[in-house]
């Protein structure tokens, strides 16, 4: 496809909409907005442009669909698909600036929030108002318009969903610089196709979200985490599926692999509560009363010493807790501080995350790589952090990248999984949709993203293969 350029004028044209402040072309404004956190090199676009109204996201959107210039929506980069890649330079729209939290509804417990809020900022202020936003991704920097765009999820998805779940209206502008309103403050809706199901998980290919309107439930009064070392994978998963069967649904149930253990222990500078076993599982139980969370841990306890497990140590104090969910959550950054990494994400069915771990580790073996898979045991969605060797060279580790990620990707699907279960498939996941889903659904997904963007300006080279 043809794109059109950046020139002088369009320039200058940018500056009448969002002003001259907000207008970057310097190399290292473009090397910055040119990556997110895949290992892909910078495709640097030719402005980056920086709103903060909707009237000016659909401004420059309307500049460049005259122009037929390509527009990279971004927010905080923190993705690992090579989503926010400007791949055909352009424009790249930074949403971080539109960084409001508008409201917090507690009559209709909805929240008001601009794309370039921080999940961990939204959080912070609804759980102090005893409110809870379940989406918990373990990258607590990334934005919610990330967040809408890949449909994250993380490790409240057990119990509560994924983003999805939560959105109850976007205000979005179209590649044509139209702005839509969908949904609302409504808990019910059946009122024609259900376009804000089709914008959540686009990955800012058919518009940019400009407001999102939020979905919240009560927080629960107490909770407490359990860590669970057991002497093998299988073991801890059939615990898992037990702890189901016994009526107890954990608001997460991470697993991690001893090697995880290890990497965070040296990362955070102080022990886990336990590193001398094959596997680790972080159960968090939650309730309105203590018995109630009472109740929980000791089945879960039980649940977990039946099938293997070692010991069951209990952190329920918010200091605790709180070193626990660093433990979990700084996992990936721990790998990413020591070595080069890249990560895989794909979802299987439960029951098959034993099978999917082992055939992951006989993967890494035939491919002489160091893969650790950790994540998500309680919806399946595990990731594969693949380590790049300190003495090998670069081009060789791309190649060798390429060839582990379809091997991984493969096994997941031949195991009843799916390529992502959050990340999304940005440009370095794209070629695997047709595997997934057939020459049919993709053809009907060309078609929608023809019907809301004709000229293929927005987050081109996304997605679609």
């Known amino acids: 496809m043809s794109y059109g350029r950046v020139t002088g004028e369009v320039k200058r044209l940018l500056q009448d909409i969002v002003g001259p402040e ?75 600036e539109m960084n409001r939290i508008v409201e917090i509804d507690e009559d209709n417990l909805m929240a008001v929030v601009e794309p370039g809020v921080l999940i961990m900022e939204l959080h912070e202020k609804t759980e102090k108002l005893g409110l809870l936003y379940p989406p918990d991704p373990g990258e607590e920097s990334g934005s919610l318009g990330g967040n809408i765009s890949t449909n994250a999820g993380g490790v409240r ?25 969908l949904g609302g403050k ?39 985490l359990l860590y669970i070392p057991f002497n093998s994978t299988r073991d801890a998963a059939r615990a898992v599926a037990e702890m189901i069967r016994r ?135 595990v990731h594969a952090i693949i380590v790049k060797p300190e003495e090998m060279e670069r081009e060789t580790w791309l190649g060798k990248l390429e060839a582990i990620i379809d091997d991984l990707i493969y096994l997941g699907l031949s195991l009843g999984g799916t390529v992502s279960g959050e990340h999304g498939l940005g440009y370095t996941k794209r070629k695997y949709l047709i595997e997934k889903v057939g020459p049919v659904q993709v053809e009907l997904m060309r078609a929608i993203k023809k019907a809301f963007d004709p000229r293929g300006i927005l987050n081109p080279g996304k997605i679609l293969p």
């Open 22 to 96: 907000n207008v970057y072309d310097s190399p290292e404004m473009l090397e910055k907005h040119g990556l997110d956190e895949s290992p892909l090199p910078p495709h640097p676009p030719e402005v980056v442009v920086k709103p903060r109204a909707t009237r000016e996201v659909s401004g420059v959107l309307r500049l460049a669909y005259e122009r037929r210039i390509p527009v990279t929506p971004q927010g905080s980069r923190t993705g690992l698909s090579g989503g926010a890649h400007p791949i055909y330079g352009g424009i790249a729209l930074s949403l971080e």
């Open 157 to 181: 998805g057990l119990k509560y969903g994924v983003t999805r779940d939560y959105v109850q209206g976007l205000e979005a502008v179209l590649p044509n610089g139209e702005v839509i309103q």
């Open 186 to 224: 409504i808990v019910k809706n059946s009122t024609g196709y259900e376009l804000l199901d089709l914008l959540i998980g686009s990955e800012g290919t058919l518009a940019v979200v400009t407001q999102a309107i939020l979905k919240l439930v009560p927080k629960p009064q107490y909770s407490a």
């Open 247 to 381: 009526r107890v649904v954990p608001f997460a149930v991470e697993y991690m692999p001893r090697d995880a253990v290890e990497v965070v222990e040296r990362y955070l500078g102080r022990r886990m509560p336990d590193d001398e076993h094959e596997a680790y599982l972080i159960v968090g139980v939650e309730g309105n009363s203590e018995a109630e969370v009472e109740w929980q841990m000791e089945t879960v306890g039980e649940v977990c010493m039946e099938h293997g497990a070692e010991d069951a140590y209990v952190a329920d104090t918010e200091a605790r807790m709180r070193e626990l969910w660093e433990g979990r959550k700084c996992l990936f950054e721990a790998y990413k501080a020591f070595w080069e990494v890249d990560e895989v994400d794909v979802c299987v069915p439960r029951s098959r995350l034993p099978d999917y771990v082992e055939g992951a580790e006989r993967i890494g073996e035939r491919h002489r790589l160091r893969v650790v898979v950790n994540g998500h045991a309680g919806d399946g969605n």
